[in-house]
């Protein structure tokens, strides 16, 4: 039982090796070269640099960006997954307007450039085409400038996008689409240019 799990783990092992050695050596010709001012930077650099990616990449701290993993994407409830998308969007240089209800989050997004979203939430099996506009009782603005987003972590049936093609200006973000954006593809990548 030993054997398999350590063939598993040689690739790593070896590529973290090589990677020390080659640092090491590379050190080494620093010192040989240049004095002492070498390894003293690199120890200068590691001490700052590791601190800053500890602190970066920790969960809360890169959830707080705006960047999840698809496995925390999907353990959020519906609050929590309008907090992610609020905090997605802000990520992408929107305003952004929490406009919660207890069953029903909602968000209504702005840019500098006028453009304007109203985003909805949808749970994994809720229907969506019986249902009213995303937040109809916010102000009116420009219809070519005002965006519905439906947002659900499932996948939308054949009836849903007929249904958001026939409204004015409405887009569905499916899981898939959700995931890519919360690893950091901006939202504008995601959506069909406008018309």
Do not use: C, I
Not at 33 to 51: E, S
């Amino acid at each position: 039982m030993a054997g398999p799990a350590f063939r598993d783990v040689l690739p790593a092992l070896t590529g973290t090796v090589l990677t020390l050695s080659s640092v090491v050596a590379a050190l080494a010709v620093g010192y040989r070269f240049a004095g002492v001012g070498v390894p003293l930077a690199a120890v200068a650099l590691l001490l700052v640099t590791v601190p800053l990616t500890v602190r970066y990449l920790r969960p809360g701290a890169r959830r707080r960006k705006g960047h999840y993993t698809e496995r925390e994407l999907f353990a959020l409830d519906t609050q929590e997954l309008a907090l992610a998308v609020a905090r997605m969007l802000r990520r992408d240089g929107w305003r952004v307007r929490l406009l919660s209800e207890p069953e029903r989050p909602r968000l209504f997004a702005s840019r500098a450039d006028g453009r304007e979203l109203h985003v909805a939430f949808r749970p994994v099996a809720e229907p969506l085409p019986d249902e009213d506009r995303p937040l109809p009782r916010v102000r009116r603005s420009e219809p070519d400038r005002l965006v519905h987003l439906v947002v659900h972590r499932g996948t939308f049936r054949t009836r849903d996008v007929q249904w958001a093609r026939r409204q004015e200006n409405t887009l569905l973000l499916d899981g898939a689409a959700l995931v890519r954006w919360a690893t950091g593809v901006p939202f504008d990548e995601l959506r069909p240019p406008e018309k």
